[in-house]
T-cell receptor, first 115, second 112 residues
Framework: AQKITQTQPGMFVQEKEAVTLDCTYD???????LFWYKQPSSGEMIFLIY????DQQNATEGRYSLNFQKARKSANLVISASQLGDSAMYFC????????????WGAGTKLIIKP | EPEVTQTPSHQVTQMGQEVILRCVPI?????FYWYRQILGQKVEFLVS????????KSEIFDDQFSVERPDGSNFTLKIRSTKLEDSAMYFC??????????FGPGTRLTVT
């Protein structure tokens, strides 16, 4: 079974609009972390935001916020006021507490911002 | 800000040849990883390295692969006899023990 599911292979969004990228996860470990990374066409992997399973509040980093719904096992990334430079692949990843901290990755969502 | 570096950025090799991909993790980090990403696909975990030994490896990390941290600074991934299906982007990452893993810029390996 997939541990990280990203159901949107691609999205088109108008510049300046907000966008939500979906991510659901599956784990039985009570301690885990959820991450979002951005991969532009140049290929590097850029860390965006982190949410720990015990964090009481949703994580925020500038224009990025994570809508963490623990009971639904979802960790959607919200980008406010999208910019052309936000066009990239976005990956959701999970780290389980009893592992050697390696990341388990979703298939990614290709986001294209239209001017 | 500290960063993970990887060399080379692009490596082209012939099938059957050995390649060594190099990484310099962040110096005070404890955990080191190699991941790979075949073009257009998801990122896959290869191996984790802690306390100078492999702590976990995936099914992909077979006998053709090996890792070393020879001098306390560099962290290398060796592929002994490359196959066409080894063509991918290889990412090195390091981790202090909390929060995020820091990724290098990747090495694009092309096997012809």
């Amino acid at each position: 079974a997939q541990k990280i599911t990203q159901t949107q292979p691609g999205m088109f969004v108008q510049e300046k609009e907000a966008v939500t990228l979906d991510c659901t996860y599956d784990t039985s470990d009570p301690s885990y972390g959820l991450f979002w990374y951005k991969q532009p066409s140049s290929g590097e992997m850029i860390f965006l935001i982190y949410q720990g399973s015990y964090d009481q509040q949703n994580a925020t980093e500038g224009r990025y916020s994570l809508n963490f719904q623990k009971a639904r096992k979802s960790a959607n990334l919200v980008i406010s006021a999208s910019q052309l430079g936000d066009s990239a692949m976005y990956f959701c990843a999970m780290r389980e507490g009893d592992s050697n901290y390696q990341l388990i990755w979703g298939a990614g969502t290709k986001l294209i911002i239209k001017p | 800000e500290p960063e993970v570096t990887q060399t080379p950025s692009h490596q082209v090799t012939q099938m059957g040849q050995e390649v060594i991909l190099r990484c310099v993790p962040i110096s005070n980090h404890l955990y080191f990883y190699w991941y790979r990403q075949i073009l257009g696909q998801k990122v896959e975990f290869l191996v984790s390295f802690y306390n100078n030994e492999i702590s976990e490896k995936s099914e992909i990390f077979d006998d053709q692969f090996s890792v070393e941290r020879p001098d306390g600074s560099n962290f290398t991934l060796k592929i002994r006899s490359t196959k066409l299906e080894d063509s991918a982007m290889y990412f090195c990452a390091s981790f202090q023990g909390i929060y995020e893993q820091y990724f290098g810029p990747g090495t694009r390996l092309t096997v012809t």
